[in-house]
């Protein structure tokens, strides 16, 4: 429920008050912190087990000799991203960083020197941080009518005059203002809602895909993603949209103004951003 607790008027203007409104509950920033933290530990102990065997392929393929979709790797000190026929000099950076011939440079993994076991275990301890509180959350959301009320898209936010118009505004650095910035707008809801409930749904099912554990019990979870290898490769997908989800995030909480955005993170209350003066 959003609440205002600090009243200025409805004209806001720059050098004016601005109204401070209750906009995060409590249950939502536990659940943000909590997931920022696991996410970050996730995909760095991620990328160490993706350099066990930095090659991504479809269906039952995945022996070396294989032809895979994706590849980080090296030659002769030179890094390169290949996807299908495309290749990409990445040098510095991917597949050959920091003096190592590695996908991913020492600088993003857990643990930052080769250690595969180690990487697993971080990873799959860290995974119930991600897969418990989710559950929580999704069921919280659901009773207290957050989902409903909050996250869920409006007919007339989803219709194209509208996403082209938030899409533009975005583009051009114009954030929302004054009531408006109350509620997410609809680029913020449908971001949301696909890390809710696509990527990491997804992402927890394909890694209890390649589980040999999980896949004596419940075979049928293996050929729902076409094959170990498959669930592999969507696993990573997955985890960079994840990740490219993070960059953008981050981005428009630096743009929109870090210091109010934290804070109400933090706090729960956030001030309403007056329109500037013309």
């Not at 995909?43 to 393929?61: D, E, K, R, T």
């Not at 090296?74 to 996908?103: C, K, M, W």
Request: net charge positive; proline share 5%; glycine share 8%.
């Amino acid at each position: 429920m959003t609440e205002a607790v600090l009243t200025s008027g409805s004209a806001m203007t720059a050098g004016e008050p601005r109204e401070a409104v209750y906009r995060h509950r409590l249950a939502t920033r536990i659940w943000h912190w909590v997931n920022a933290l696991t996410i970050f530990v996730m995909l760095m102990s991620g990328m160490m087990i993706f350099n066990a065997h930095p090659q991504l392929y479809w269906g039952q393929y995945g022996a070396d000799d294989d032809h895979s979709w994706l590849e980080i790797g090296s030659n002769d000190e030179h890094g390169f991203l290949r996807i299908g026929s495309l290749t990409v000099p990445t040098t510095g950076v991917l597949g050959y960083a920091q003096g190592q011939d590695v996908a991913f440079p020492p600088l993003v993994t857990i643990p930052t020197s080769y250690d595969l076991a180690a990487g697993r275990s971080w990873h799959f301890f860290f995974a119930w941080f991600l897969v418990i509180p989710t559950l929580v959350y999704w069921v919280w959301s659901v009773l207290t009518r957050h989902l409903q009320r909050d996250l869920a898209p409006k007919a007339e936010e989803l219709r194209p005059r509208h996403l082209l118009r938030d899409i533009a505004n975005h583009a051009r650095l114009r954030f929302p203002t004054g009531e408006a910035a109350r509620r997410y707008n609809v680029l913020q809801k449908l971001a949301y809602l696909s890390v809710l409930f696509v990527l990491l749904p997804l992402m927890v099912l394909t890694g209890l895909a390649m589980s040999p554990g999980v896949n004596a019990g419940w075979p049928w979870l293996l050929d729902v993603f076409g094959g170990r290898q498959s669930a592999r490769s969507i696993h990573f997908i997955c985890a960079s949209g994840l990740a490219g989800f993070i960059v953008i995030h981050l981005t428009m909480v630096l743009l929109a103004g870090p210091w109010n955005e934290v804070r109400s993170m933090v706090t729960g209350f956030y001030r309403l951003p007056g329109k500037a003066s013309r």
